[in-house]
């Protein structure tokens, strides 16, 4: 069974600071992806990877930038959060049709 | 470029009652997705379909694909509160694996 996991669940940071959330899986998959969500709203896709030193903007555009150096690891980073950066990002990996994706971070910039 | 949408947004309705929320989507799309949500939580896998005329079905929600009229169902089948939650359909490009998602349907089942 794959293992998607997103740290921290919860983080609540001021305004300016820098901020990193980590996303790994353990089963190898090459493609991963990070949506923002809105509460109650829609999935907007961010960033997403096809493989190490791959990595592409997604359709809403976004402050962060990814890194992918390792398989298993995908982090979003924010360079100086502001409170329009509050949300919930949700980071996935996909095999076939099978995706997986964590349990969230719920970021509030005050 | 793919563009889903869903309707209705919102749903009110009673327990042992059907309903329908339905999902159309404007290129091809490989596969549709359904999914659901619980408030402050992450996406819990539905249902994937992989070819027109795919149908699946799980307890009270049973999943539907027509990929000519380019519109998948989720009906709902004497609902019950415990499907109160928000559903997501998302469709996958063919050109590759990103999802494309719905608005959501935030439903609400009343006792």
């Known amino acids: 069974e794959a293992d998607i996991y997103q740290t921290p669940r919860y983080l609540v940071i001021g305004t300016g600071k820098k901020i990193t959330l980590e996303c790994s899986q353990t089963m190898g998959h090459d493609k991963m992806y990070w949506y923002q969500q809105d509460p109650g709203m829609e999935l907007h896709l961010i960033h997403y990877s096809y493989g190490v030193n791959s990595t592409e903007k997604g359709d809403l555009s976004s402050e962060s930038t990814v890194s992918r150096i390792r398989t298993e690891h995908f982090p979003l980073t924010l360079e100086s959060a502001r409170p329009s950066h509050t949300s919930q990002y949700l980071c996935?990996?996909?095999?076939?049709?099978?995706?997986?994706f964590g349990a969230g971070t719920r970021l509030s910039v005050l | 470029e793919l563009k889903v949408e869903q309707n209705p947004l919102f749903l009110s309705m009673q327990e042992g009652k059907n309903y329908t929320i339905y999902c159309n989507y404007s290129?091809?799309?490989?596969?549709l997705y359904w999914y659901r949500q619980d408030p402050g939580k992450s996406l819990e896998s539905l249902f994937v379909l992989l070819s027109n005329g795919a149908v699946k079905q799980e307890g009270r929600l049973m999943a539907s694909l027509d990929t000519k009229a380019r519109l998948s169902t989720l009906h709902i089948t004497a609902a019950v509160h415990d499907l109160s939650a928000t559903y997501f359909c998302a469709g996958e490009e063919t050109s590759g694996s990103r999802l494309t998602f719905g608005e959501g349907t935030q439903l609400t089942v009343n006792p």
């Open positions: 290129t091809t799309s490989d596969r």
């Open positions: 996935a990996s996909v095999w076939g049709s099978l995706w997986y």
